[in-house]
């Protein structure tokens, strides 16, 4: 199988219904019409009920403050890059609802808890939050469109990288792509932007990004961090964790912001158990 014969397929995916694919260009624009995103939440059930759960959730103030009741309340309190990234991983939920091949409970607790970490770390890295934590959610989608197109040859990558093999290698060895060049392809053809397009092609090779080479490299750390974080017994392994890191050398982050991910950890597999 080559490259170019499994993104053509990319037809066979269901269809993303047309309200998510207007609420998808709305926030994907620089000026957002808050009344009119409002109007169109509403008229998608699942979504309006995710983005109030969100609003009320422990991240946005919502377990010992006010709770908010109408979409419009929840937007406001959430924000655009919020709601941005909910429309974007409630769309590719709806494409990708269940996979025999996946366990997609795990598949979001762990893309979360990605994005979050990434997020924390955006600020003192001069980055967007918002639209690194958006980019981290979407970052893996490619592994999706494997187990949903090729659950036979998912199948046969899992076992191969549990017997110690680099899992994209053996995607480029099994269809002649990796998952991350797929999530790219999958992103373009649904209109998201094109620096979100690059860090998700480049995140396991972050210096061959092109304009997105830092938003593609916190990506890569905030991966690490999530596999290696829990291993690291005290404050002295975190920091010398992030001293001798690639990614955090070439993003100039300083190792004292261990902390900086302490304060996270597990809010975004929370989310994800919260919203899914």
């Known amino acids: 199988m080559n490259q170019e014969a499994l993104i053509s397929r990319l037809n066979e995916l269901p269809r993303i219904e047309s309200i998510q694919q207007e609420l998808l260009n709305m926030v994907n624009r620089d000026n957002v019409d808050f009344s009119e995103l409002s109007r169109k ?15 009320n959730s422990a991240q946005f103030g919502g377990v010992n403050g006010k709770g908010v009741s109408t979409i419009s309340d929840a937007i406001i309190r959430v924000g655009s890059g919020a709601v941005r990234t909910l429309i974007s991983s409630s769309v590719v939920s709806g494409v990708f609802p269940q996979l025999r091949t996946l366990n997609i409970k795990d598949y979001w607790s762990n893309t979360f808890e990605i ?25 893996n989608i490619g592994e999706l469109m494997i187990h949903a197109l090729e659950p036979n040859l998912a199948e046969q990558i899992e076992q191969r990288v549990k017997q110690g093999e680099k899992r994209a290698d053996v995607q480029q060895d099994l269809l002649g792509v990796d998952a991350q060049q797929l999530g790219a392809q999958l992103a373009k ?26 938003l ?20 002295h392994e975190k920091q010398a964790f992030l001293a001798r890191h690639p990614a955090a050398k070439a993003l100039a982050l300083a190792p004292e912001s261990h902390g900086l991910i302490d ?11 919260q919203l899914f």
């Open 189 to 214: 053809a649904w209109n998201f932007p094109v620096d979100m397009a690059d860090a998700i092609e480049h995140v396991n090779h972050p210096g061959q990004a092109g304009e997105a080479k830092r």
């Open 115 to 139: 994005a979050m970490i990434a997020s924390k770390l955006a600020k003192p890295l001069k980055l967007d939050p918002n639209e690194v934590f958006t980019t981290g959610v979407l970052h």
């Open 41 to 55: 939440m509403s008229m998608d059930q699942v979504l309006s009920a995710r983005v109030l759960r969100m609003a």
């Open 263 to 273: 304060q996270v950890r597990g809010q975004g597999a929370e989310l994800a158990h």
């Open 216 to 235: 593609a490299c916190v990506l890569y750390l905030a991966r690490d961090i999530h596999k290696r974080w829990d291993s690291l017994f005290d404050v």
